[in-house]
T-cell receptor, first 113, second 114 residues
Framework: DQQVKQNSPSLSVQEGRISILNCDYT??????FLWYKKYPAEGPTFLIS?????DKNEDGRFTVFLNKSAKHLSLHIVPSQPGDSAVYFC????????????FGKGTKLSVKP | DAGVIQSPRHEVTEMGQEVTLRCKPI?????LFWYRQTMMRGLELLIY????????DSGMPEDRFSAKMPNASFSTLKIQPSEPRDSAVYFC????????????FGQGTRLTVV
């Protein structure tokens, strides 16, 4: 049973518009959430994270929102750029521990010029 | 630091052969992880080490898979014998012993078993 779900395998957005990537989780013990970005033939790279004590974290064009009651988080990219085209993985863990970091299957974002 | 270094980048082997994947974590990192990425299952954690000691290997799919970390700067993931269903991209990642810190991934090894 998947504890972290990214139900949209792909998303296509026009350059300059907002990209919204969604992630749902089932384990209420998760208290630390991360987004990773992955380009082809490269390893995932950390993008942004959020602790469960917050409901929003912003870093430049990237904002992550956390809705604990709905067990849902989302990543907003504004404005989207062609260089943002990549696969985005949502991940979650308990106690901030990396040892049990659980990943979703990823969403492939395509930003069209 | 050069980041997490994995070798080889690509490996093609015949079914039944032994395969060894290698990883050099970032210097000073206490945790090392091995992940496998497939289309069907996404990124799965196979095993992780803390201070060179295996902590959780429940993700290792079968006894054909084994991992070692003889010292703080080197780890191997071995598959013996390899099977076509082992074909995947294998990632190594490392992080420091601090709460709420992200893991840094290597570039991965693309394994093809024919």
């Amino acid at each position: 049973d998947q504890q972290v779900k990214q139900n949209s395998p792909s998303l296509s957005v026009q350059e300059g518009r907002i990209s919204i990537l969604n992630c749902d989780y089932t384990n209420s013990m998760f208290d630390y959430f991360l987004w990773y970005k992955k380009y082809p033939a490269e390893g995932p790279t950390f993008l942004i994270s959020i602790s469960s004590i917050k409901d929003k974290n912003e870093d430049g064009r990237f904002t992550v929102f956390l809705n604990k009651s709905a067990k849902h988080l989302s990543l907003h990219i504004v404005p989207s750029q062609p260089g943002d085209s990549a696969v985005y993985f949502c991940a979650a863990s308990v106690g901030g521990s990396q040892g049990n970091l659980i990943f979703g299957k990823g969403t492939k974002l395509s930003v069209k010029p | 630091d050069a980041g997490v270094i994995q070798s080889p980048r690509h490996e093609v082997t015949e079914m039944g052969q032994e395969v060894t994947l290698r990883c050099k974590p970032i210097s000073g990192h206490d945790y090392l992880f091995w992940y496998r990425q497939t289309m069907m299952r996404g990124l799965e954690l196979l095993i992780y080490f803390n201070n060179n000691v295996p902590i959780d290997d429940s993700g290792m799919p079968e006894d054909r898979f084994s991992a070692k970390m003889p010292n703080a700067s080197f780890s191997t993931l071995k598959i013996q014998p390899s099977e076509p269903r082992d074909s995947a991209v294998y990632f190594c990642a490392s992080t420091s012993d601090s709460m709420n810190t992200e893991a840094f991934f290597g570039q991965g090894t693309r394994l093809t078993v024919v």
